[in-house]
């Protein structure tokens, strides 16, 4: 059996492909890749290399890598001499997913301007908040977004990409791509966070930290090929011509735009786009209609898709990488991947990271997830991971605290936000994440938001390890815990379970189940069954807020 680590340090080592090397990074020195693409500018130019082979696939609609980057250079032009967007200027985008958006991210960052990725599923409030904060020279939006302005200015130009962008970028094609300086450390896009307590944060990342979440998905990638090679794992064969990413992921989060759009151009992929609300069927229809190779799966998508009644009609075969995120995946619809998709089972991977981490800074996969399905991995090269006690002091292995973050990829801060930023960037380059884990064995366990914590009688109580036991039940379809409060004990446990088609699980037979696995004290002491589904964020996290009623769904899903 091949070891990982010792391929880690075969292919970082001075001459390897991944060789890593010291240097300043805004006044810190941090470990680099030495050989990396230095702005997202280069990475589109690089693009045109692969001509002809199919970038964005979208409904009836194939855009090639040669027509996306003439695209993308006429509508550059646009914006600089149309809006007169410059370095640093921002362009708000508003939109579900279709290729002008990724047209415009592309043009837009191309010459030094920054995309400020505004969250679709937005109620009016939080657009019109979206666009003050930002204070674009532009907002690009579609039909049914721009329509929740209800017909009122926002004080700034609006492109309507149905009826406006086609027009705007023939009047400026053939165009060359318009020249620009963009230094490793400029701004590119805001990501604002997904807004579950108080106002969304504008995570500011860099052209530097987003090549860089390119270098380290390749290095991964090369890692478990080696990995494979060398334990005697030998390809299934079945490969289509092209890869393919159906990307179900919103282009406004960062599994969207970083996995999808980014890293797909990098690797000369096609990226394969669905209109209209994540429908499990089609999702399967994709797969099969388009080879496709990788699919992201957040929240409860992998849940939906693999207890579809027709998940056995299609031809799922060509499947070889599924990635998780938007929260952790239980052991059970772990093992339920690897049943419906047997080659991309194999290649399962899990990652942790952030808005303002940028990359993923831990990861696990393959034969590693297998043995350790409650990992999120160890950290990836190029990465620090502390865990610290609430006075900031390092916690050895095997005890919880919060996760800090150390790399070269992190935010550069929170946009306008000055004191929010120095309580997340705290000295040395660290990132206070708000998490609570601990290290096993070199290996990172997510326990919990610090604000999701349970307080029962003293006793911490961290609600994934509850929901994962509840979700193993063959009745339950997904399940969140959260604390409610008790007039002795402080809080005790509730659980919200939603039931597979066709079942009533007992709430009295649930609880036999939990505490069989977990200490008495953990067992749920309420529950509530659900027909809906759970509410939830476009990053597929659960919204506990509006289980426990604290407040309202603001979220609007089309």
């Given amino acids: 059996m091949a070891d990982l680590l010792e391929i880690e340090a075969r292919i970082t080592a001075p ?66 001499e149309r809006y007169g967007v410059g370095p640093g200027d921002r362009v708000a985008i508003l939109a579900a997913n279709r290729p002008e958006w990724v047209i415009a991210f592309w043009a837009t960052v191309s010459i030094g301007g920054v995309v400020a990725a505004l969250n679709g599923w937005w109620t009016e409030d939080e657009i019109r908040y979206g666009i003050s904060d930002s204070d674009p020279k532009l907002v690009i939006g579609d039909r049914a977004r721009l329509a929740r302005l209800g017909g009122r200015g926002a004080d700034v130009p609006l492109v309507e990409m149905e009826s406006e962008f086609a027009a705007l970028e023939a009047s400026a094609a053939g165009r060359a791509l318009p020249d620009a300086e963009i230094a490793e450390d400029d701004p590119a896009v805001i990501l604002y966070t997904s807004g579950t307590t108080g106002r969304p944060k504008g995570a500011v990342n860099t052209h530097r930290g987003i090549c860089g979440f390119v270098s380290v998905g390749m290095y991964n990638g090369v890692k478990s090929m080696i990995y494979a090679a060398e334990s005697g794992r030998k390809p299934s064969g079945n490969a289509p011509p092209q890869n393919g990413m159906l990307l179900t992921v919103p282009l406004f989060h960062l599994s969207g735009l970083y996995s999808g759009c980014v890293m797909m151009l990098s690797a000369g992929a096609k990226t394969v786009y669905r209109p209209g ?64 998709f047997p080659e991309g089972g194999r290649g399962m991977g899990l990652g942790y990271g952030l808005s303002e981490s940028v990359t993923a800074v831990s990861v696990i996969n393959g034969d590693e997830l297998l043995a350790h399905p409650t990992s999120v991995g160890r950290p990836v090269v190029t990465h620090e991971i502390e865990i610290r006690d609430p006075d900031g002091k390092p916690l050895p292995e095997g005890v919880e605290g919060e996760i800090y973050i150390r790399s070269p990829y992190l935010m550069r801060e929170y946009w306008r936000k000055p004191e929010a930023t120095r309580a997340a960037l705290v000295a040395g380059g660290w990132l206070r994440t708000g998490d609570i884990g601990h290290f096993e064995q070199g290996r990172l366990y997510i326990n919990s938001r610090a604000r999701d914590m349970i307080l029962r009688g003293g006793e911490n109580i961290y609600p994934v390890e509850i929901e994962h036991r509840i979700e193993a039940h063959p009745d339950v379809l997904e399940a969140a815990v959260l604390g409610v409060d008790h007039e002795e004990l402080g809080q005790e446990v509730k659980a919200v379970v939603v039931p597979r088609a066709g079942a009533r699980p007992d709430p009295t037979a649930l609880a036999a189940w939990v505490g069989e696995k977990l200490a008495a004290y953990k067992v749920p002491a309420h529950w509530e069954i659900r027909d809906e589904p759970l509410p939830r964020n476009a990053a597929g996290k659960v919204l506990k807020q509006v289980l426990a009623g604290a407040a309202q769904n603001q979220f609007v899903e089309e």
Avoid: C
């Fill in 15 to 80: 001459g390897g492909l991944f060789e890593v090397v010291t240097e300043d990074v805004r006044g810190v020195p941090l470990r680099v890749f030495k050989n990396r693409s230095r702005s997202l500018r280069a990475l589109l130019e690089s693009s045109r290399a692969h001509g002809d082979k199919d970038y964005i696939v979208y409904a009836d609609e194939r855009v090639s890598y040669a027509q996306h980057f003439a695209r993308a250079s006429a509508f550059a032009n646009v914006l600089r």
């Fill in 277 to 340: 609300r994540f429908d499990p069927e089609d999702v399967l229809r994709l797969i099969e209609q388009e080879r496709i190779t990788a699919w992201a799966a957040l929240g409860n998508m992998p849940h939906r898709v693999v207890s579809h009644p027709a998940v056995t009609k299609y031809d799922l075969s060509s499947m070889s990488n599924i990635g998780g995120g938007g929260g952790p995946t239980s052991p059970e619809i772990q093992r339920r991947l690897r049943e419906v």
